[in-house]
């Protein structure tokens, strides 16, 4: 098979197109003939040298695939009702980014009706992270708050629909007025330019005074002390990376007196029982809500796979509004 590989750490030039084995799932996987991959920064991070893959996993990156059932576990499959070419998309710890992936069949999805291969492809890394954090830990509810940092990124369009689906209020912030724009067209209250103004008086304004419940935090470092400041009384930040830094200093008063929580997750290393809860939550209570187009795919560009180094150096570049991907049919 074709595949993308990391021949050294590196820029995203290091990303070379070669041939591997044909990969066999095993019990409880599928074999899936992938159309396209979706992109994510964890991707970008095994690039650098930075996010090591569990143990047994390809060395491959690529978290999520969108294609048709090419082989499996046959009583497995039965059981998911599964067959063979059915569309499916899956969240996978890693070799995404070739022409063949082994899938387990508990994180297997059926493409929602009426999407595309590549829309299905931007889907589950982003869907199950935000489900992950803001629903199942930070404990989400209809008509609270959601801060989510970064509303323009892959996770940031799915965590805004998403909220606003299950009848949450979303504040966003981002670094553009033109990215602001593009979140309030997907639904969000209100976006804030955080190069131009002070999120924190900028929530507080907002909410009058009362704070939001739940903060996605995609930056960590000195903002956690900040999004305590936002937060309302028993409100919860969910720490998903760490691209402001590692280190913060916090009043631990407040977090004291107005009851609040951190919590830090990660998704690939969790086992496949955790996932699978996740998958089950995601396609009983998520994927009617796609195929009824209350929530849709927001894919800021497609490119064939053996441009992955170009998609890399988008992604990097923080231009882009929603999810890049990988078309291994060109």
Sequence with gaps: MRAIEITAFG???????TTRPDPAPGPGELLIRVAASGINRPDVLQRKGLYPMPPGVSDLPGLEVAGVVAGGDATALKAAGLALGDRVCA??????????????????????????????????ETFFTVWQNVFHIAGLQAGEWLLVQGGSSGIGVTAVQLAKALGAQVIVTAGS?????ACVALGADHAINYRTQ?????????????????????????????ELECLAADGRIAVIAVQGGTKSALDVGALLRKRLSIVGSTLRPRSLA?????????????????????????VHQVFPATQAAAAHALMESSTHVGKIVL????
């Excluded at 996978?92 to 929602?112: S, W």
């Excluded at 007025?177 to 724009?181: G, I, T, V, W």
């Excluded at 396609?283 to 927001?298: H, M, N, Q, Y």
């Excluded at 078309?327 to 060109?330: E, K, L, Q, S, Y």
């Design 177 to 181: 007025d033109e990215k602001c724009a």
């Design 198 to 226: 002070d999120f924190v008086a900028e929530v507080q304004r907002i909410t009058e005074q009362r704070g939001v419940d739940v903060v996605l935090d995609m930056v960590a470092g000195d903002y956690i002390a900040r």
């Design 11 to 17: 820029a995203p030039e290091v990303l070379r197109e």
């Design 91 to 124: 969240l996978v710890a890693g070799g995404g980014y070739a022409e063949l992936c082994v899938a387990p069949i508990a994180q297997t999805l059926p493409v929602p009706a009426g999407l595309s291969d590549i829309e299905a492809a931007s889907l589950p």
């Design 327 to 330: 078309d291994w049919r060109t």
């Design 274 to 298: 955790y996932k699978a809860v996740l998958a089950t939550a995601l396609r009983e209570k998520v994927w009617p809500l796609i195929e009824a187009g209350r929530i849709e795919p927001v």
